[in-house]
């Protein structure tokens, strides 16, 4: 079971826009920053989101995200069959000493 | 161009010994963290371990806490992940990945992976 709780699966349809939510506590998301990581099948995770809202430069600005106390959002719009894939969420656990991740939140564009 | 790559994958009995390897390339390797995170067939990410750029710390997920150590060589670029008392439990790919200058989770990095099977 994974200390930060995402939704097992979303869907939306071509063009749509999907949030993804990561929910944790005042021990990590809540007291630091919030990373988000695209998986596609069979490759190794790339960055999309880190210090809870920016970009890397490589990652269109269709992905977006957001932070409010223990909670972060993960936000596609325009949504492309090339996004699907599976969506992590990671920080750091304070209490723990140690990082963590969401259990992963798979996306389907139907 | 930032690369990462693992290496010394493979099959081995329970309660045996591996050690992994990843050579970094394309950035300054002794300024920033670095982190071991594996998947288990199927399953989701798991951040294993992780250490500060210049080695002093070192950080444990509980689940490897006592039988993993993670070390690394900035002079060779290179980072490392002894595994003992495998169980199967540890069968998956394990990749490297770069952290900011300090461990927060913040992986704008991946290796490719190296798959390690614990079979008994």
């Known amino acids: 079971q994974s200390v930060l709780t995402q939704p097992p699966s979303v869907s939306a349809a071509p063009g749509q826009k999907v949030s993804i939510s990561c929910s944790g506590s005042?021990?990590?998301?809540?007291?630091?920053?919030v990373s988000w990581y695209q998986q596609l099948p069979g490759t190794a995770p790339k960055l999309l989101i880190y210090?809870?809202?920016k970009r890397p430069s490589v990652i269109p600005d269709r992905f977006s995200g957001s932070k409010s106390a223990t909670s972060a959002t993960l936000g596609i719009s325009g949504l492309q069959t090339g996004d699907e894939a599976d969506y992590y969420c990671?920080?750091?656990?304070?209490?723990?000493?140690?990082?963590?991740f969401g259990g992963g939140t798979k996306l389907t564009v139907l | 161009e930032v690369q990462l790559l693992e290496s010394g994958g493979g099959l081995v009995q329970t309660g045996g010994s591996l050690r992994l390897s990843c050579v970094a390339s394309?950035?300054?390797?002794?300024?920033?963290?670095m982190s071991w995170v594996r998947q288990a067939p199927g399953k989701g990410l798991e951040w294993v371990s992780a250490?500060?750029?210049?080695?002093?710390?070192?950080f444990y997920a509980g689940s490897v806490k006592g039988r993993f150590t993670t070390s690394r060589d900035n002079y060779l670029k290179t980072l490392y992940l002894q595994m003992n008392s495998l169980t199967v439990e540890d069968t998956a790919v394990y990749y490297c990945?770069?952290?900011?200058?300090?461990?927060?989770?913040?992986?704008?990095?991946w290796g490719q992976g190296t798959l390690v099977t614990v079979s008994s």
């Open positions: 990945a770069k952290d900011d200058f300090y461990a927060v989770v913040n992986f704008d990095c």
């Open positions: 394309g950035f300054t390797f002794g300024s920033y963290a």
């Open positions: 250490i500060s750029g210049s080695g002093a710390n070192t």
């Open positions: 005042s021990s990590d998301i809540g007291n630091n920053f």
């Open positions: 210090d809870d809202n």
């Open positions: 990671g920080t750091w656990h304070s209490s723990l000493g140690a990082g963590v």
